[in-house]
């Protein structure tokens, strides 16, 4: 089994601040997915990273996958109470078969306070 | 979005009925999967499904059966549901498609509380 560990588990600060989550492993990933989830609802995805050393943005939020394909960040700048929520990576691992299985991490789960 | 609608939304059980839960999409995605979500633990794969017919198991599958019998459904069973099923379960999709580095698109999910 392919295990993904997430950290931290729970985050909490107030707004403007800046923070980072990490998402590590023993093993290589061909594609590692951070996701983010609102209470009551599934994952939604926000980035898809595929190439070792890859930083991608999304307006605030800069995602990089470890170059050696271990190993993810997801790093939100200047929080929002909008961000609030419990985010989530996932990986495919790289020797698996196909049919697209994820792993999960345990995900974070994020308070912004006003 | 995908349209992947799960049903029931909620559901309250008592230890060792039988109970079924309904995933229907309506992209024709060829792959589908149930997950459960439990506190601490994030997304855990139950069973898969890679066509029709087609089904296999994920890393928590003890006390669960799937079918597949139409593109469009994927139906997970707790063939006698035990307190240690009460859980969120998530119904995931994702296409066949080579660019789509395993996206997978999610249902709104179940609460299934066993009493």
């Known amino acids: 089994t392919q295990l993904l560990e997430q950290s931290p588990q729970f985050l909490s600060i107030q707004e403007g601040e800046n923070l980072t989550v990490y998402c590590n492993s023993s093993?290589?990933?061909?594609?590692l997915q951070w996701y983010r989830q609102e209470p009551g609802e599934g994952p939604v995805l926000l980035v898809t990273v595929v190439t070792g050393g890859e930083v991608k943005k999304l307006k605030r939020l800069t995602f990089q996958f470890g170059d050696a394909r271990k190993d993810s960040s997801l790093h939100i700048t200047a929080a929002q109470t909008g961000d609030t929520g419990l985010y989530l990576c996932?990986?495919?691992?790289?020797?698996?078969?196909?049919?697209?299985?994820?792993?999960f991490g345990q995900g974070t789960i994020l308070t912004v306070h006003p | 979005d995908a349209g992947i609608t799960q049903s029931p939304r909620h559901k309250v059980t008592e230890t060792g009925t039988p109970v079924t839960l309904r995933c229907h999409q309506t992209e024709n995605h060829r792959y589908m999967y149930w997950y459960r979500q439990d506190p601490g633990h994030g997304l855990r794969l139950i069973h898969y499904s890679y066509g029709v017919k087609d089904t296999d198991k994920g890393e928590v599958s003890d006390g669960y059966s799937v079918s597949r019998s139409k593109t469009e459904d994927f139906l997970l069973t707790l063939e006698s549901a035990t307190s240690s099923q009460t859980s969120v379960y998530f119904c995931?999709?994702?296409?066949?498609?080579?660019?789509?580095?395993?996206?997978?698109?999610f249902g709104p999910g179940t609460r299934l509380t066993v009493l």
């Open positions: 996932a990986g495919a691992w790289a020797g698996g078969t196909s049919y697209g299985k994820l792993t």
């Open positions: 093993s290589v990933f061909s594609s």
């Open positions: 995931a999709t994702r296409d066949s498609g080579g660019s789509s580095y395993n996206e997978q698109f």
